[in-house]
Structure formats: C-alpha cells, structure tokens
C-alpha cells in the first residue's frame, strides 16, 4: 500500500477531528498541506515536525 503525503496529512487530520485541545496541531497540518502546493520541503517538513510535536504535547502515548 502507498500513501502519499496528502494522504497521510488527511488521515491525521481526521484522526484529530475537531477536537480542541488538537486545534494548533490542525492548523499545522493545515500549513503543512498549503506548503506541499505553493511551499518548500523544508517548510512542509517544518510544519509536519510542528503538527508532529503538538499532537505528542497532547496526547503522549
């Protein structure tokens, strides 16, 4: 099976649904999403490590 970024970034954001307390991490993968069409890698990457950081803030499992 082969998942592409803007799959992955999908998933997660429906994984995160709309929570609240996930509110910064969405916004992150927002950005990084927008980052993947008009963007750089590194800002992809910067967002996807932020939204990455964020959820572990959350939720630490």
Known sequence: ???TLE?????A???IGDDPD???A?????EAST????GTT????W?????LRLIDDTCPI
């Open 13 to 15: 954001m429906d994984a």
């Open 35 to 38: 980052a993947l069409v008009a």
């Open 7 to 11: 799959g992955a970034i999908a998933v």
């Open 42 to 45: 590194a800002e992809v990457q």
């Open 26 to 30: 969405r916004d992150a993968l927002t």
């Open 47 to 51: 967002y996807l490590e932020r939204a």
């Open 22 to 24: 996930y509110a910064a």
């Open 1 to 3: 099976m082969t998942t």
